[in-house]
């Protein structure tokens, strides 16, 4: 993709210190960005995936608000209300599976038991994150598709109608 050049990046981040947790914001230079959140909130964030786009701060804001029923509260730090937590919390989840082996005391002893234990946690825990980033990466990636073919056109028809921009006098 090689005709839209903003200037400005709608990036995702993850977090060392508080692990599953993404932080979507811009910048224009989402790595020199990611310097300055490691030096304002503890641990490091890591920059997973940026996009270049026209209207930048326009689709950050609504996958702001597409994700806002996820914000995280209570982070301390640069650009603290942009982060994320897809799927319920842990503990909610160890509450369910708690409540499962009191309730069904019966599924330890199953020969599976282990791998449905795992199968819950990798439901609970690694599905709503892969979902997470694959949405925002598959919607940044589309706006970007829908920016260069739009920039593309208007290339084609400026050759095919042969239009000058040269000033008449």
Same mark, same amino acid.
């Given at each position: ?46 920059? #997973? ?15 702001? #608000? ?15 209300t942009e982060w994320f ?7 909610v989840w160890a509450v ?34 892969? #979902?997470?980033l694959a949405f925002v ?33």
């Amino acid at each position: 993709m090689i005709f839209v050049q903003s200037g400005m990046f709608v990036y995702c981040m993850k977090s060392t210190k508080y692990p599953g947790i993404y932080k979507i914001g811009i910048s224009n230079d989402p790595n020199w960005r990611s310097w300055w959140i490691s030096k304002t909130m503890p641990g490091n964030a890591i920059v #997973l995936f940026k996009f270049e786009l026209y209207f930048a701060y326009a689709i950050e804001q609504t996958l702001h #608000l597409i994700f806002k029923p996820l914000n995280v509260k209570g982070l301390k730090g640069s650009g603290k209300t942009e982060w994320f937590r897809p799927g319920l919390p842990w503990y909610v989840w160890a509450v369910v599976i708690g409540a499962l082996f009191y309730w069904f005391p019966g599924i330890v002893y199953v020969d599976n038991g282990l791998f449905y234990l795992g199968a819950g946690l990798f439901c609970a825990i690694v599905l709503p994150a892969v #979902l997470f980033l694959a949405f925002v990466w598959t919607f940044l990636f589309l706006c970007r598709v829908v920016q260069e073919s739009a920039v593309a056109g208007i290339i084609f028809l400026v050759i095919r109608t042969g239009y000058s921009m040269s000033v008449k006098m």
